[in-house]
């Protein structure tokens, strides 16, 4: 009796798109389809606009918001009782392997839950979310993410 091979699991492929147009001097508008949009420029520490985004903010932010959103995804899927996520990042920019390039980012989230979960397992879920976040894995920074993590 022949035995039928076990179905081959089907990833989705997805795609983003974005646009920029160029305003002047050093600044741009960034757009995506149905999304606000943002004014951008060089760092002001490259000659850029002060108060306006630029790419290295946005580098940043992103490992902050995927390790958020990836948090929250495994935390609903576990039941974790959530009553507060914040949280910080500082990447630093240096000069390395010829060329400046972020070495490191720093993630500070600060979470309040409830007593039905530990500390422990609420950093092991951190642990999880690092694992996961597709902008982390997607780059050759190092990511350190440093929890305070209440129990109330």
Do not use: N
């Not at 950093?123 to 979310?129: D, K």
Request: proline share 8%.
């Amino acid at each position: 009796m022949e035995q039928t091979p076990p179905p081959v699991k089907k990833y989705k492929t997805f795609s983003f798109g974005t646009s920029l147009e160029w305003s002047g001097d050093r600044q741009g508008t960034a757009r995506s389809e149905g999304k606000p949009d943002i004014a951008v420029s060089s760092p002001p520490e490259f000659k850029g606009i002060p108060g306006v985004w630029s790419p290295e903010d946005f580098f940043v932010s992103s490992v902050e918001q995927c390790t958020m959103t990836t948090f929250l995804a495994f935390g609903l899927r576990k039941g974790i009782p959530l009553k507060s996520y914040r949280s910080t990042a500082e990447g630093t920019l240096e000069f390395a392997d010829g060329g400046y390039r972020f070495t490191h980012i720093v993630l500070r989230p600060a979470v309040t839950v409830g007593p039905e979960w530990t500390a422990a397992q609420v950093e092991e879920l951190f642990h999880q979310a690092h694992d996961g976040c597709l902008i982390a894995a997607s780059m050759r920074t190092e990511v350190v993410i440093e929890p305070v993590i209440t129990i109330a």
